[in-house]
């Protein structure tokens, strides 16, 4: 792909005397627009980011030396890029109204079905139905604290997977336990089944995960300059969309099906004061087959949309959580000490299981949760925003227009790691959030990892709380050590819309003897 573009890139700079006409002028000539890094005629800073993986590292570096509201033209798409608090704070809680649309990118509505999902659906009376039915049934803190046994049960199959590992000795491949962990968990949430067992499922979620989050967070050149939409069919951008479309179509399928099968066997549809135990997958299909009076109505590839869209938003984030957070502790012995001993601490009546109760006084884990948030972010651009009209954000130190359509983009991981906020921020040190009340819940813009306003991810309760009972419970049950052949530990990032760790973790689980404190 680098290899067309370039070329592309060739062909423009040869083709500049088809600009000498071209004038920025006329009516947008009194708009103080935010600083902009100079760009190339007609693709203007697109050659910036082309072959940039981590896009979020590239916008965090020309913001250092462009400014906290940046411009960039990308084609013919006006980009606002904020990296700073009191930026995100104008665009996400000020003029949340004025921000909350998406934009209109091919990859998400190839592979989200016309964007009917929660995360990139337009903002309207369909995207609220959607969101408030999620949160009600699923995402909300009173649906999060009925799924507890579930949570509960989990974290205990997986430390008795580790033990196991640990009492045969070598090298566990963490990542992966993690992976399947939260798999079973909102398999068992959304589906009402649990992935071990069934003959591949849990491939059939990683084609879910992996396929749609790389796509979703790779930059296609069609979506700026809509006449180079060509590029993708050659560099086979959309070939490779395609694919993952039907594979993952083929797996929502199954799941429908299945479900639709189970419903039937029960005489209709589950509705929504049956048991705890529904399965969010029978409340989307209730509400597929059943009019509610409401402005929307799911139809079968609204479902699909939703419930790929959720195992991403929740499964995948608590995923990245866990990792990052376990990396950070096996490199920091310090860290990992302290929270052994307040989880050791917490243990009802001297058993090995922790449960969520006895998390209320652990908050030295809240706090290294927190500085795995603000180091890791889940999705460290958040997702995009569009201003639905013309607006300013105004500041004591800068006034810049933003124009109607623009795309705006929230770099959390650079204002997560802004030294003029944070002491030492490149650091993993948990004790900063000893006694503070920041907290990632929308209300302190130097830390949102989950972004704020409307548009904020409605999984965060689920996400903390999956985290949480696992790390409690792997790092209390065990002590850890790096194998001998990673003692300078891989912190390399993948790319794509989530960002994982992109070299998988090994790690040593050893059963503490009681005189450890154990």
Same mark, same amino acid.
């Given at each position: 792909?680098?290899?067309?573009?370039?070329?592309?890139?060739?062909?423009?700079?040869?083709?500049?005397?088809?600009?000498?006409?071209?004038?920025?002028?006329?009516?947008?000539? &009194?708009?103080?627009?935010?600083?902009?890094?100079?760009?190339? +005629?007609?693709?203007?800073?697109? &050659?910036?980011?082309?072959?940039?993986? %981590?896009?979020?590292?590239?916008?965090?570096?020309?913001?250092?030396?462009?400014?906290?509201?940046?411009?960039?033209?990308?084609?013919?798409?006006?980009?606002?890029?904020?990296?700073?608090? =009191?930026?995100?704070?104008?665009?996400?809680?000020?003029?949340?109204?004025?921000?909350?649309?998406?934009?209109?990118?091919?990859?998400?509505?190839?592979?989200?079905?016309?964007?009917?999902?929660?995360?990139? *659906?337009?903002?309207?009376?369909?995207?609220?139905?959607?969101?408030?039915?999620?949160?009600?049934?699923?995402?909300?803190?009173?649906?999060?604290?009925?799924?507890?046994?579930?949570?509960?049960?989990?974290?205990?199959?997986?430390?008795?997977?580790?033990?196991?590992?640990?009492?045969?000795?070598?090298?566990?491949?963490?990542?992966?336990?993690?992976?399947?962990?939260? #798999?079973?968990?909102?398999?068992?949430?959304? %589906?009402?089944?649990?992935?071990?067992?069934?003959?591949?499922?849990?491939?059939?979620?990683?084609?879910?995960?992996?396929?749609?989050?790389?796509?979703?967070?790779?930059?296609?050149?069609?979506?700026?300059?809509?006449?180079?939409?060509?590029?993708?069919?050659? =560099?086979?951008?959309?070939?490779?969309?395609?694919?993952?479309? %039907?594979?993952?179509?083929?797996?929502?399928?199954?799941?429908?099906?299945?479900?639709?099968?189970?419903?039937?066997?029960?005489?209709?549809?589950?509705?929504?004061? !049956?048991?705890?135990?529904? *399965?969010?997958?029978?409340?989307?299909?209730?509400?597929?087959?059943?009019?509610?009076?409401?402005?929307?109505?799911?139809?079968?590839?609204?479902?699909? *949309?939703?419930?790929?869209?959720?195992?991403?938003?929740?499964? !995948?984030?608590?995923?990245?959580?866990?990792?990052?957070?376990?990396?950070?502790?096996?490199? &920091?012995?310090?860290?990992?000490?302290?929270?052994?001993?307040?989880?050791?601490?917490?243990?009802?009546?001297?058993?090995?299981?922790?449960?969520?109760?006895?998390?209320?006084?652990?908050?030295?884990?809240?706090?290294?949760? #927190?500085?795995?948030?603000?180091?890791?972010?889940?999705?460290?651009?958040?997702?995009?925003?569009?201003?639905?009209?013309?607006?300013?954000?105004?500041?004591?130190?800068?006034?810049?227009?933003?124009?109607?359509?623009?795309?705006?983009?929230?770099?959390?991981?650079?204002?997560?790691?802004?030294?003029?906020?944070?002491?030492?921020?490149? !650091?993993?040190? +948990?004790?900063?959030?000893?006694?503070?009340?920041?907290?990632?819940?929308?209300? &302190?813009?130097?830390?949102?990892?989950?972004?704020?306003?409307?548009?904020?991810?409605?999984?965060?309760?689920?996400?903390?709380?999956?985290?949480?009972?696992? %790390?409690?419970?792997?790092?209390?049950?065990?002590?850890?050590?790096?194998?001998?052949?990673?003692?300078?530990?891989?912190?390399?990032?993948?790319?794509?819309?989530?960002?994982?760790?992109?070299?998988?973790?090994?790690?040593? *689980?050893?059963? +503490?003897?009681?005189?450890?404190?154990?």
């Amino acid at each position: 792909m680098q290899g067309v573009l370039l070329l592309l890139l060739l062909v423009f700079i040869s083709s500049l005397f088809l600009l000498l006409s071209h004038r920025r002028g006329g009516k947008n000539s &009194h708009c103080r627009f935010p600083p902009s890094p100079r760009g190339l +005629p007609l693709v203007g800073n697109l &050659h910036q980011l082309i072959g940039s993986k %981590l896009h979020h590292h590239t916008l965090g570096a020309l913001a250092a030396v462009h400014g906290p509201v940046m411009l960039l033209r990308l084609g013919r798409l006006p980009v606002i890029v904020v990296s700073s608090a =009191d930026a995100a704070q104008e665009v996400l809680q000020a003029q949340d109204h004025v921000f909350a649309g998406r934009p209109t990118l091919s990859v998400p509505r190839m592979l989200l079905y016309g964007c009917t999902d929660i995360a990139f *659906a337009p903002y309207g009376p369909y995207w609220r139905g959607v969101r408030k039915m999620s949160v009600q049934h699923l995402l909300g803190p009173a649906r999060v604290r009925a799924t507890r046994a579930v949570r509960e049960q989990e974290a205990e199959a997986l430390v008795r997977r580790v033990a196991g590992h640990a009492d045969a000795g070598g090298v566990l491949r963490l990542s992966e336990v993690l992976v399947d962990y939260a #798999k079973d968990v909102m398999g068992r949430i959304v %589906l009402g089944t649990r992935a071990a067992g069934d003959d591949g499922w849990r491939a059939k979620l990683d084609v879910l995960m992996d396929d749609s989050i790389e796509l979703l967070g790779a930059f296609h050149v069609g979506d700026c300059l809509p006449w180079l939409s060509w590029v993708a069919d050659v =560099d086979g951008t959309n070939a490779k969309t395609r694919r993952a479309f %039907l594979n993952i179509d083929r797996i929502l399928d199954e799941i429908v099906d299945g479900a639709e099968r189970e419903m039937n066997h029960n005489d209709g549809a589950l509705h929504n004061n !049956e048991a705890e135990e529904e *399965a969010f997958v029978h409340v989307l299909l209730s509400l597929h087959k059943e009019p509610d009076g409401t402005e929307w109505r799911l139809n079968r590839d609204n479902v699909k *949309a939703l419930l790929e869209d959720l195992f991403g938003a929740g499964m !995948e984030a608590a995923i990245i959580v866990l990792e990052w957070a376990m990396a950070e502790l096996l490199r &920091h012995k310090g860290a990992m000490k302290k929270l052994q001993h307040e989880i050791r601490q917490q243990q009802a009546n001297g058993g090995l299981m922790v449960r969520e109760q006895d998390l209320q006084g652990t908050e030295y884990l809240r706090c290294v949760v #927190k500085e795995t948030l603000r180091l890791h972010s889940p999705a460290p651009l958040l997702l995009p925003h569009v201003a639905t009209q013309a607006t300013r954000i105004i500041n004591q130190r800068y006034e810049y227009d933003v124009p109607s359509n623009a795309m705006v983009i929230v770099n959390g991981w650079a204002i997560g790691r802004n030294p003029a906020t944070w002491e030492s921020p490149e !650091e993993f040190r +948990p004790e900063r959030f000893i006694g503070s009340e920041v907290d990632f819940r929308g209300q &302190h813009f130097q830390f949102i990892p989950f972004g704020s306003g409307r548009r904020m991810c409605p999984a965060l309760n689920l996400t903390v709380a999956m985290v949480e009972i696992a %790390l409690a419970n792997l790092v209390g049950r065990f002590d850890w050590a790096l194998p001998e052949e990673d003692k300078e530990l891989d912190m390399e990032e993948s790319p794509g819309l989530a960002v994982r760790k992109k070299v998988p973790l090994r790690a040593i *689980a050893i059963v +503490p003897s009681r005189s450890s404190g154990h």
